[in-house]
């Protein structure tokens, strides 16, 4: 690869020593390896790390009661996310039925209550209590992408619901 | 007859001229690559499996720290309306001083009482301080959000900006509920949460909802 020949030098005459002179080109396909090796690098950093958006829709807060949604009863899961990342869920609308899990298994949950109703019947409720941090609703938010769940709605617990998951997490110990 | 001889060329190449390219293009890259700021608060966002690029252009970006403390930046272009409105709306007055001040502030972190005192702090004055900022009021009695997001409104009348809400894991939900609440009194609907991405879990219904519009097409 490298141009590596050696000229002949002249002569310089009797008893001048012929000094060897090397050629002074050095091969330079690993420097330009190296730099588009860098190149591809840097294109690539830059535009993959770009952070990504969750939609998110609210609706309107209604204060006629003849606006308000009507939900089955029959279709209807309740998901309480409370402090120390638990989640209280009953069905239908009898919350002192309701039952704790975590955010591991709340998916099976859903699934079950999605493949046993009917899909115009099914809606989620997520109430995320006062210690329920950011993160609990982004998760339940995604988990409602990933399950596929067509309705769902974000609102607060009532002050019964929040009373009975205080009660639970005092008879748990949750700190 | 004797055959013409034919020349054997060296068959290595000068790199010289490519090398020189290569470097000149990293160069270039380097140079014109857009430094972001790094974020004088440090929010870790959850992740989520939305796909959906966050939105660059027309923004107004609310950072929830850790602490539970609002923050406030939008997009450079649409600072100076939202100064004029913001006047007219809070009777407050802004020289021509305050709106270069604001142009180069990066996040709004305190009540609009200490407003033009924070905005004329420099950069490096800003992050020092950063973890004491008593963040944008956005208690339900004085939602200083509110006034913020309406004078953005006003000043892209007819418009639609893309409303971004970053928040950090620990972010307490009383908190992000209070700042959805100061978009729901300017009858904004719509947001968009920064996150970061996740694989979709394979298997789950969104898995295969995607498998099949892939096969699809």
Redesign the interface.
């Known amino acids: 690869?490298?141009?590596m020949e050696v000229k002949e030098s002249k002569k310089k005459g009797p008893g001048v020593k012929k000094s060897k002179k090397h050629s002074t080109r050095v091969?330079?396909?690993p420097?330009?390896d190296l730099?588009?090796l860098?190149?591809t690098f840097?294109?690539f950093t830059?535009t993959v790390q770009?952070?990504?958006?969750?939609?998110?829709?609210?609706?309107?807060?209604t204060k006629d009661p003849n606006l308000d949604m009507k939900v089955k009863e029959s279709g209807s899961l309740t998901l309480m996310?409370g402090k120390g990342n638990v989640i209280y869920y009953y069905y239908g609308n009898d919350p002192t039925k309701m039952q704790t899990t975590g955010y591991k298994d709340v998916?099976k949950i859903i699934?079950d209550k999605?493949k046993s109703t009917p899909a115009t019947d099914l809606f989620i409720i997520i109430k995320?209590?006062?210690?329920?941090?950011?993160?609990?609703?982004?998760?339940i938010?995604?988990e409602m992408?990933?399950?596929?769940i067509g309705k769902y709605a974000m609102v607060?617990p009532t002050p019964d619901e929040y009373n009975l998951i205080q009660q639970t997490e005092k008879a748990g110990g949750v700190q | 007859m004797a055959r013409a001889k034919i020349k054997r060329g060296?068959t290595?190449v000068?790199?010289?001229p490519?090398?020189d390219v290569?470097?000149l293009?990293?160069t270039f890259?380097?140079l014109a690559?857009k430094f972001k700021p790094p974020d004088a608060i440090q929010v870790s966002?959850?992740?989520?499996?939305?796909?959906?690029?966050?939105?660059q252009k027309d923004y107004i970006n609310v950072t929830?720290s850790k602490d539970n403390k609002v923050f406030l930046d939008m997009d450079p272009g649409i600072k100076d309306d939202v100064l004029d409105e913001l006047g007219a709306e809070t009777n407050m007055t802004f020289s021509a001083q305050d709106k270069a001040n604001f142009k180069d502030a990066g996040f709004i972190g305190v009540p609009l009482n200490q407003f033009k005192q924070f905005i004329a702090l420099t950069p490096d004055e800003v992050k020092a301080r950063a973890m004491q900022l008593p963040g944008i009021p956005v208690d339900s009695t004085n939602n200083q959000l509110a006034t913020w997001i309406s004078a953005a409104q006003a000043a892209r009348l007819g418009q639609t900006l893309n409303y971004?809400?970053k928040?950090?894991?620990?972010?307490?939900?009383?908190?992000?509920?209070a700042v959805?609440d100061a978009f729901?009194k300017n009858?904004i609907?719509?947001?968009?949460?920064?996150?970061?991405?996740k694989a979709?879990?394979e298997g789950?219904?969104?898995?295969k909802?995607n498998m099949m519009g892939e096969s699809k097409k």
């Open positions: 690869m490298a141009e091969d330079l396909t420097m330009v730099g588009f860098l190149i840097f294109i830059t770009q952070p990504t958006a969750m939609p998110l829709n609210m609706p309107k807060d996310l998916r699934l999605k995320p209590d006062k210690d329920a941090t950011y993160k609990n609703a982004v998760d938010l995604d992408d990933i399950n596929d607060d | 060296s290595s000068d790199m010289t490519m090398c290569a470097f293009l990293l890259f380097i690559a966002p959850p992740s989520s499996v939305s796909n959906k690029v966050a939105p929830i971004l809400i928040g950090d894991d620990a972010v307490k939900y009383p908190t992000f509920k959805i729901k009858d609907y719509k947001y968009n949460l920064v996150t970061n991405s979709v879990p789950s219904e969104l898995y909802k």
